[in-house]
């Protein structure tokens, strides 16, 4: 089984600062890990995915994650955070092969203050 | 209409009530799936279709019937609901039949349950 645990609910920064969310992982094989971010009123959009090739992700609107197996953690960074970034971030996990489900964290929500 | 479009946006019903929410996906995909997303819980994997054939049900009431006519349209029949089914409801699709794990899930907006 895998979990995944993402610490507070809330996280608040200036523009400009730098973005940084936690996650960790629980995951008995090398998973695959993933962050989505959701607007407000809107559904959830991918922002970025690790699957076993580079441990260094960039995804878009310039947000990037890293994998660290020794951690078991994918954190999200960016490093100057903007007044559109404030959402709320999902990360998830699954694992490889057919039938494999996506599991969600509780969320955190990223205010920006200008 | 592009990527995952869900109706009706907002629903308020009565626990005697029966309605349904619809899902369409525009993207070609072969899995489709609903969410339940309560505040502060982490999202809820209720059903997933694949190629129209239900292969995962994760212990959801019988009171929510999924339905799914073909790979594009996805219904959640609703009735005979309880208030702590309030919540928003998600519906996504995937490309990949296999549903392998790097698969991306594509969410709709969303439908805002209220039920009184």
């Known amino acids: 089984a895998q979990s995944v645990t993402q610490l507070g609910s809330h996280v608040s920064v200036s523009e400009g600062a730098l973005v940084l969310l936690r996650c960790n992982y629980s995951?008995?094989?090398?998973?695959?890990l993933f962050w989505y971010v959701q607007y407000p009123n809107q559904g959830l959009q991918l922002l970025l995915k690790?699957?076993?090739?580079?441990?260094l992700v960039k995804g878009i609107n310039g947000f990037e994650a890293e994998f660290k197996k020794s951690e078991t953690s994918f954190h999200l960074t960016k490093p100057s955070a903007h007044m559109s970034d404030a959402a709320e971030y999902f990360c998830a996990v699954s694992l490889p092969g057919a039938n494999s489900k996506l599991t969600f964290g509780k969320g955190i929500t990223l205010s920006v203050r200008p | 209409e592009t990527g995952v479009t869900q109706t009706p946006r907002h629903l308020v019903m009565g626990m005697t009530n029966k309605k349904s929410l619809k899902c369409e996906q525009h993207l070609g995909h072969n899995a489709m799936y609903w969410y339940k997303q309560s505040a502060k819980k982490p999202l809820e994997l209720m059903f997933v279709?694949?190629?129209?054939?239900?292969?995962e049900n994760n212990s959801v009431p019988s009171r929510f019937s999924p339905e799914c006519p073909n790979s594009s349209h996805l219904f959640l029949h609703l009735h005979t609901l309880q208030p702590e089914d309030s919540a928003l409801y998600l519906c996504a699709s995937s490309q990949d039949g296999l549903l392998a794990g790097e698969e991306t899930q594509y969410f709709g907006p969303g439908t805002r349950l209220l039920v009184l």
């Open positions: 279709y694949n190629f129209k054939e239900q292969t």
């Open positions: 690790y699957t076993s090739a580079a441990t």
């Open positions: 995951s008995s094989v090398p998973p695959y």
